[in-house]
């Protein structure tokens, strides 16, 4: 996947390992989302959605059904048989009357806890369901945030991977990394720890297609685990000074005599303030202001004061003989940082475009905790926006999302190479972001040639133990295991006859897991 900006509009291409069928979506003058799919024998789909749908928050769930039941005919019809035609078509129906009616609601714990488990973890197995239902919602969110409490020693410290630097990474030790933090991701007793851990990989998104070492890519990830939920300006710093960062932003070439404006640039850019807060000479200031920093061959980052630039700068209205650890003081208590990082953990907990007061009191906590990161958290999934219709199946769940959550929630296992390959054709491979802006979200996960992808990963998975037992009992009960809430009577009727239809009770597992699926009400989060 890559993108090409020309002024006017905005071109994202890829192609899928799935019948290699190209997409381009791309955003026209008369502001109009424009998803163009060539399907089968080369047919041209366009799904057109206004700049109002693909932005606003309250839209973002239609705009998936439309793109859904639009793409529905070239993605499954003749390729996965009518029976998945049907179940998509149906329940993209079902939901978008709950969506014009009201009738989506958080009124009860039942419906309470699979939405924060979703949205501050990975979903849950039906054992861990009945844990968190029984604190109930304090309880939960009391040991969501407070996971340090937590033994997570079960899991696995370190993936199986070359603990130095190496001249060239292997594919196999790149899938290794990636199967080993997925597999945290769906063990792990600490879901908010992995969910933030993800939050902080594609905030300071970083690619091991530039580092080019999984060693330095795992302690990156191991950073951003351990300072997750701390205080941000500690953390910034922290990443300022990390081997892969000082790679990836060309830091460890950033000398007195030639300053390099890359790290400069994008820490206010994309990591702190923002655009519109900064002008080209803060960003010649701050590169001046981080030189110094090298990595030596056993791939520790050290600071050397001969290669640092001691000068006077000015840099945001301040002047002084500032180094790193001034720039990242101010930039981490700058009122612009607060609304930023708000807005961003705001809209990846709870929905896109928050209104200024909401916006304002979250940044008001960072603020007035001096940046204390598990503040904000707690104050975005106790606000009363996070509990609301409006937040409510309101995000498309991400490819790590959704693979994540079925292998936890159906207890199985998935191939490691399975995984990584559908993974990085349905666009988010772990530690491979396409730039430093990191990944995409919301609609632009769904198009035709990432939903046969969706649509392909049950066929991957292997030994679903939790769905086998809940079928023990019935077709409902079983899905269950995918969408706690419970789909309608329509689409389970569909899921029912189709499951019926077969002998096999392996492939009626299957048919049932694969169908349910691919339900908006499992793509969405």
Same mark, same amino acid.
């Given at each position: 996947?890559?993108?090409?900006?020309?002024?006017?509009?905005?071109?994202?291409?890829?192609?899928?390992?799935?019948?290699?069928?190209?997409?381009?979506?791309?955003?026209?003058?008369?502001?109009?989302? /424009?998803?163009?799919?060539?399907?089968?024998?080369?047919? /041209?789909?366009?799904?057109?959605?206004?700049?109002?749908?693909?932005?606003?928050?309250?839209?973002?769930?239609?705009?998936?059904?439309?793109?859904?039941?639009?793409?529905?005919?070239?993605?499954?019809?003749? !390729?996965?048989?009518?029976? $998945? /035609?049907?179940?998509?078509? @149906?329940?993209?129906?079902?939901?978008?009357?709950?969506?014009?009616?009201?009738?989506?609601?958080?009124?009860?714990?039942?419906?309470?806890?699979?939405?924060?488990?979703?949205?501050?973890?990975?979903?849950?197995?039906?054992?861990?369901?009945?844990?968190?239902?029984?604190?109930?919602?304090?309880?939960? /969110?009391?040991?969501?945030?407070?996971?340090?409490?937590?033994?997570?020693?079960?899991?696995?410290?370190?993936?199986?991977?070359?603990?130095?630097?190496?001249?060239?990474?292997?594919?196999?030790?790149?899938?290794?990394?990636?199967?080993?933090?997925?597999?945290?991701?769906?063990?792990?007793?600490?879901? $908010?720890?992995?969910?933030?851990?993800?939050?902080?990989?594609?905030?300071?998104?970083?690619?091991?297609?530039?580092?080019?070492?999984?060693?330095?890519?795992?302690?990156?990830?191991?950073?951003?685990?351990?300072?997750?939920?701390?205080?941000?300006?500690?953390?910034?710093?922290?990443?300022?000074?990390?081997?892969?960062?000082?790679?990836?932003?060309?830091?460890?070439?950033?000398?007195?005599?030639?300053?390099?404006?890359?790290?400069?640039?994008?820490?206010?850019?994309?990591?702190?303030?923002?655009?519109?807060?900064?002008?080209?000479?803060?960003?010649?200031?701050?590169?001046?202001?981080?030189?110094?920093?090298?990595?030596?061959?056993?791939?520790?980052?050290?600071?050397?004061?001969?290669?640092?630039?001691?000068?006077?700068?000015?840099?945001?209205?301040?002047?002084?003989?500032?180094?790193?650890?001034?720039?990242?003081?101010?930039?981490?208590?700058?009122?612009?940082?607060?609304?930023?990082?708000?807005?961003?953990?705001?809209?990846?907990?709870?929905?896109?475009?928050?209104?200024?007061?909401?916006?304002?009191?979250?940044?008001?906590?960072?603020?007035?905790?001096?940046?204390?990161?598990?503040?904000?958290?707690?104050?975005?999934?106790?606000?009363?926006?996070?509990?609301?219709?409006?937040?409510?199946?309101?995000?498309?769940?991400?490819?790590?999302? !959704?693979?994540? @959550?079925?292998?936890?929630?159906?207890?199985?296992?998935?191939?490691?190479?399975?995984?990584?390959?559908?993974?990085?054709?349905?666009?988010?491979?772990?530690?491979?972001?396409?730039?430093?802006?990191?990944?995409?979200?919301?609609?632009?996960?769904?198009?035709?040639?990432?939903?046969?992808?969706?649509?392909?990963?049950?066929?991957?998975?292997?030994?679903?133990?939790?769905?086998?037992?809940?079928?023990?009992?019935?077709?409902?009960?079983?899905?269950?295991?995918?969408?706690?809430?419970?789909?309608?009577?329509?689409?389970?009727?569909?899921?029912?006859?189709?499951?019926?239809?077969?002998?096999?009770?392996?492939?009626?597992?299957?048919?049932?897991?694969?169908?349910?699926?691919?339900?908006?009400? !499992?793509? $969405?989060?």
């Amino acid at each position: 996947m890559f993108s090409l900006m020309d002024g006017k509009r905005d071109y994202a291409y890829g192609s899928s390992a799935v019948g290699a069928k190209p997409k381009l979506a791309f955003v026209d003058d008369s502001s109009r989302t /424009l998803f163009i799919e060539f399907g089968v024998a080369g047919k /041209l789909t366009v799904t057109t959605l206004t700049n109002h749908e693909y932005e606003d928050q309250n839209m973002n769930r239609r705009a998936f059904l439309k793109i859904a039941l639009a793409t529905s005919g070239v993605a499954m019809a003749g !390729y996965f048989g009518p029976k $998945l /035609l049907d179940v998509a078509n @149906t329940s993209v129906q079902a939901l978008g009357n709950e969506l014009q009616t009201g009738t989506t609601t958080l009124s009860t714990d039942d419906w309470k806890i699979p939405h924060l488990l979703r949205r501050a973890g990975f979903g849950a197995s039906p054992s861990e369901l009945d844990s968190f239902e029984s604190l109930g919602v304090n309880g939960s /969110l009391n040991q969501l945030l407070n996971y340090e409490n937590i033994d997570d020693s079960g899991l696995a410290s370190e993936p199986n991977i070359t603990m130095g630097l190496t001249r060239k990474p292997s594919t196999a030790e790149i899938v290794n990394l990636v199967s080993w933090w997925i597999g945290r991701m769906v063990n792990t007793p600490r879901s $908010l720890e992995e969910k933030m851990t993800l939050f902080w990989h594609n905030h300071f998104a970083t690619a091991i297609y530039k580092v080019r070492s999984p060693y330095l890519m795992f302690k990156q990830n191991q950073l951003l685990r351990s300072q997750a939920m701390g205080n941000f300006r500690d953390l910034l710093m922290r990443i300022t000074e990390d081997p892969a960062m000082l790679i990836w932003l060309d830091g460890a070439r950033n000398r007195k005599e030639a300053p390099n404006e890359n790290y400069g640039r994008e820490i206010m850019e994309v990591f702190t303030i923002g655009v519109g807060n900064y002008t080209e000479d803060d960003v010649k200031a701050a590169a001046r202001a981080f030189t110094g920093y090298q990595i030596n061959r056993s791939g520790n980052s050290h600071f050397n004061p001969n290669q640092h630039d001691n000068g006077m700068k000015t840099f945001l209205g301040q002047t002084g003989n500032f180094g790193p650890e001034d720039i990242v003081s101010i930039l981490a208590s700058h009122p612009a940082t607060a609304t930023s990082l708000a807005r961003k953990l705001f809209t990846y907990f709870a929905y896109r475009n928050p209104s200024d007061d909401t916006l304002n009191r979250i940044a008001g906590v960072y603020t007035q905790t001096d940046g204390n990161i598990k503040a904000v958290v707690q104050a975005i999934l106790t606000s009363d926006e996070f509990w609301s219709p409006q937040a409510y199946l309101s995000q498309v769940k991400s490819p790590i999302e !959704y693979v994540t @959550t079925a292998l936890r929630s159906l207890g199985a296992t998935v191939n490691p190479r399975a995984s990584v390959g559908m993974l990085n054709n349905m666009g988010q491979l772990p530690f491979d972001p396409p730039s430093v802006f990191g990944w995409p979200d919301g609609v632009a996960w769904i198009n035709t040639s990432s939903m046969l992808d969706r649509y392909n990963f049950p066929l991957f998975v292997q030994h679903p133990y939790n769905a086998a037992v809940a079928f023990e009992d019935s077709v409902e009960t079983a899905t269950r295991t995918l969408f706690p809430e419970g789909l309608p009577p329509d689409v389970l009727q569909v899921i029912q006859q189709s499951t019926d239809s077969l002998t096999d009770t392996a492939a009626q597992l299957r048919n049932l897991i694969r169908l349910t699926m691919s339900t908006p009400y !499992y793509n $969405l989060n």
